[in-house]
Nanobody, 120 residues
Framework: QVQLVESGGGLVQPGGSLRLSCAASGFTFSRFFMNWYRQPPGKEREFVAGISTAGDSTTVADSVKDRFTLSRDDVKNAVYLQMNSLKPEDTDVYVC?????????????WGKGTLVTVSS
């Protein structure tokens, strides 16, 4: 059974940091692009960051560039989003996504999300 379980969210003050984790199981993790999205209430889902299958290439949205970094551990089947210099507008539910490559192209899995609240 495919599972993506996010953790690490919580309440943080502006300027603070959080590290989100996404633990994956039930699929061939190393063959999947791993992404983070966020979805403000009543708005469309927004891409935050993504990392290639090899872990050698990352893409980060302009809104979080120079503040958020993404990494993956194919031994632990996990992906991490390091969020620094957090702003109130970063408050959102952050959702982990796995998108298949090669033989697994088109497979698209989603977690349930973890809430990040940036407030003083």
């Amino acid at each position: 059974q495919v599972q993506l379980v996010e953790s690490g969210g919580g309440l943080v003050q502006p300027g603070g940091s959080l590290r989100l984790s996404c633990a994956a199981s039930g699929f061939t993790f190393s063959r999947f692009f791993m992404n983070w999205y966020r979805q403000p209430p009543g708005k469309e889902r927004e891409f935050v960051a993504g990392i290639s299958t090899a872990g050698d290439s990352t893409t980060v949205a302009d809104s979080v560039k120079d503040r958020f970094t993404l990494s993956r551990d194919d031994v632990k089947n996990a992906v991490y989003l390091q969020m620094n210099s957090l702003k109130p507008e970063d408050t959102d539910v952050y959702v982990c996504n796995a998108f298949g490559s090669g033989w697994y192209y088109g497979a698209d899995y989603w977690g349930k999300g973890t809430l990040v609240t940036v407030s003083s």
